[in-house]
């Protein structure tokens, strides 16, 4: 036993030399990596005869040995961290205290290696490594080498975002089950633009808590910073989290306000929401947490009646679902609320998802605690669902005079792609100003729907300026192959 400790002693040793000196062939590298990065060989010209004496031959030589060093610098880290694996499994049975040093060497060596793969990435490439790599037969054009980095990674400063946007080329070197050489994670073209935010919500320590900055993940989203990139940090979560109440209580009922944080909004409760207090939550759906009063009759009762024409832009659920008896089955909902369209949904066997962001109030945790399924997407994002598979799809005091014309026909466009031939489009009091109805109805009329309902009354709040529109249309079967 005192052998074997010695031994474990003595490999620790050679392991804390090997990781003083791979430290310093380190720095050296990120302090050439750095400097290149800011002085290009051309700036170190001092004038043209002098550029001229310099054989490029001769720095295409130099790039590839430094090209040769950083490789072997790899290699060298790779085996160290193999051997440190198996000693690690032969000492952890005899609990050594070394196992524990050594578990962390392992991981000062593999961010080690991590740093110096990102300078080897920075690091340009040459024409004949150029050459040789374009002879490799099925590698995705992304993975082969360029002669110059245009890499989205190379554009951020910090270290998990480079990390993250890097395409991942498969560790077998063959095409994986989905047929691609790598992953490719991906993120908005926006995140550019709002570089300086990015760079501060990917600014955490790796497996530590998150900050609690949902608020500007989702101003990034709407800014179209859309899909954001993934977190090696854990989300933070309600101090004193409740279980929720059940499935036959839950959908009329307040959520426990301690399943929700509440730092980012002005009311730091449900009842505060329900309080009809207008300024304190998305102005566009004031009411839509007092369930009792507002949201119960909605859909099942008429509310909004033009006392004029005795008109409504408000259609109920059961006229909708008879256009199609037994066929409509499952739907989204891409609205902003708390979920009661869903809710109401249940009640005739129709599974339904929300669309929401917490504009104001926390709409997606209200929907979740009422036991409905929150849809957390922006309006740039395109449907996270396959083409012809959707029965309904329902929008309400969303989609609005607000919106670009040349917007709303993408929109469209992509309904029309997850809506099955013969699902249901349910437009529910769409409002605009009057000069604008027509436009707007252009763009409805452009999907060549069967009109069920179609019915244009006076929004009567606002000095007969603006009109509410409503249909429900049906795709029709197109006869494409």
């Keep these: 036993m005192a052998r074997a400790s010695v031994f474990l002693k003595f490999r620790t040793r050679r392991w804390v030399n090997g990781l003083i000196f791979i ?38 030589m130099t790039q590839s040995e430094v090209r040769i060093t950083v490789e072997t610098v790899i290699q060298k880290i790779q085996q160290e961290l193999k051997e440190m694996r198996e000693l690690s499994m032969e000492s952890s049975s005899s609990s050594s205290p070394c196992s524990s040093a050594m578990l962390k060497f392992s991981v000062v060596l593999a961010d080690i290696l991590g740093h ?24 995705h054009p992304l993975l082969k080498p360029k002669l ?27 095409q994986n089950f989905m047929g691609a050489n790598g992953t490719f994670t991906s993120i908005g073209h926006a995140c550019f633009s709002m570089k300086k935010k990015l760079e501060d919500y990917m600014d955490y320590d790796i497996g530590d808590i998150c900050q609690d900055d949902w608020k500007l993940a989702q101003l990034l989203m709407v800014h179209g910073c859309d ?7 854990f989300a933070r979560a309600p101090q004193l989290f409740s279980k929720p109440f059940p499935i036959n209580e839950s959908m009329w009922k307040l959520p426990d306000d301690r399943n929700v944080r509440w730092s980012q909004y002005r009311c730091k ?12 939550g998305f102005f566009k759906c004031a009411d ?5 009063h507002h949201e119960m009759p909605r859909w099942i009762q008429l509310i909004n009646l033009d006392p004029s024409s005795n008109l409504t832009s408000d259609f109920l659920i059961p006229e909708v679902l008879d256009i199609k008896p037994g066929e409509i089955r499952i739907g989204l909902d891409f609205s902003v609320g708390t979920g009661t369209f869903a809710a109401r949904m249940t009640e005739f066997n129709v599974t339904v998802v929300s669309a929401t962001i917490n504009l104001g109030a926390p709409f997606s945790e209200m929907i979740a605690l009422r036991g409905l399924v929150p849809l957390y997407l922006t309006i740039n994002q395109r449907l996270p669902f396959f083409d012809n598979t959707l029965d309904l799809i329902h929008t309400t005091r969303f989609l609005d005079g607000w919106i670009d014309f040349v917007l709303l026909e993408f929109v469209l466009y992509d309904w029309d792609r997850v809506l099955r031939p013969g699902g249901l489009l349910w437009i529910d009091s769409f409002f605009c100003l ?12 452009m999907l060549r729907y069967k009109k069920h ?10 000095d007969d300026r603006e009109v509410f529109f409503s249909a429900v249309l049906e795709k029709p079967p197109r006869p494409f192959g």
């Design 227 to 233: 899909p954001l990139p993934r977190r090696r940090c």
């Design 434 to 445: 009057k000069e604008d109805l027509d436009d707007y109805l252009d763009a409805f009329r």
């Design 116 to 139: 110096i793969e990102s300078v080897q990435a920075s690091l340009p490439v040459t024409e004949g490594t150029c050459q040789q790599s374009a002879e490799i037969k099925g590698i």
């Design 269 to 280: 409760n449900f009842s505060c929401l329900a309080s009809n207090s207008t300024g304190k």
């Design 288 to 292: 839509c947490f007092n369930l009792s």
């Design 453 to 462: 309902k179609w019915v244009v009354v006076p929004k009567l709040d606002k």
């Design 148 to 174: 110059q980095s245009d890499e989205p990674s190379s554009y951020f400063l910090v270290e998990e975002i480079r990390k993250y946007v890097k395409i991942k080329p498969n560790r077998l070197g063959k």
């Design 23 to 60: 430290l310093g062939i380190l720095a050296l590298l990120i302090c050439g990596s750095t400097l290149s990065r800011f002085y290009s060989v051309r700036s170190l010209m001092v004038t043209d005869t002098f550029s001229n004496s310099i054989n490029p031959e001769s720095q295409d």
